[in-house]
C-alpha cells in the first residue's frame, strides 16, 4: 500500500469534515425557527412565503437598500402572532433573524444564523429585549429606542432593518397582527 503524505491526509479529513457538517449546519438553522415557533406559539402556524413584488418590494428596498432585497419571504402567521423569517447583510455575511409580531408591537426577536465576529452581541437576549414592544412610528421607525452595540453598528443596524421590515410587512399584508402600534 503507496503511503499518503500528511497534507493530503489533513485535505481528505476536511473534506470529509465538511461533508458531514453541512447538513448539520442547515438542521440547526431549522432548529432555531422550530425551537422559536414552540417557544412563541400554543399552535405551530403554517409556513408560508410572500412574493417579493409591488409595495412588498418597494418596501424592502426602503428599508434594506437595493442590494437587500429577496425575492420571496417566510412567515408563519396564527392566531397569536406571524413569525417573519428575516435575512440583512452584516458585516461578515448574511444575519437571519425572526421577529413574532402581534398587534402591531413585536412581541419576540431571536438571532436564527449569523457569521458575524464583532456583531456576535447582537445574538444577547439583553440587547433583543430592547425590540419586544416596538412598533412602527408614523415615519417608518421603530417607536422605541434601541440602544446599538459598540464596535458592531453594521450588524445592529442590520437588526433593526429586519424588525422594521418585519412590522411593515405584517401592516402591508393585513395580517391580524398589523393594528397599528401608538
Request: proline share 3%; glycine share 10%; net charge positive.
Amino acid at each position: 500500500m503507496g503511503s499518503i503524505s500528511g497534507s493530503v491526509m489533513t485535505s481528505r479529513f476536511l473534506q470529509l469534515g465538511l461533508l458531514l457538517a453541512l447538513p448539520m449546519a442547515g438542521l440547526a438553522k431549522e432548529d432555531a425557527v422550530e425551537r422559536l415557533l414552540k417557544e412563541q406559539f400554543d399552535n405551530t402556524p403554517a409556513v408560508q412565503s410572500l412574493s417579493v413584488t409591488g409595495s412588498v418590494a418597494a418596501a424592502c428596498r426602503e428599508i434594506l437598500g437595493r442590494d437587500g432585497t429577496p425575492k420571496r419571504i417566510v412567515y408563519y402567521a396564527g392566531a397569536e402572532g406571524t413569525l417573519w423569517v428575516m435575512s440583512a447583510r452584516g458585516k461578515h455575511g448574511p444575519i437571519k433573524a425572526g421577529f413574532v409580531v402581534f398587534e402591531g408591537r413585536i412581541r419576540s426577536a431571536r438571532i436564527l444564523a449569523d457569521r458575524e465576529k464583532r456583531g456576535r452581541p447582537i445574538r444577547s437576549e439583553r440587547y433583543l429585549k430592547q425590540y419586544e414592544g416596538a412598533g412602527l412610528n408614523d415615519r417608518g421607525r421603530l417607536n422605541e429606542r434601541v440602544d446599538g452595540i459598540t464596535g458592531a453598528t453594521i450588524s445592529s443596524s442590520a437588526v433593526e432593518k429586519m424588525a422594521r421590515l418585519a412590522l411593515r410587512l405584517s401592516a402591508l399584508t393585513g395580517s391580524r397582527d398589523s393594528k397599528k402600534a401608538e
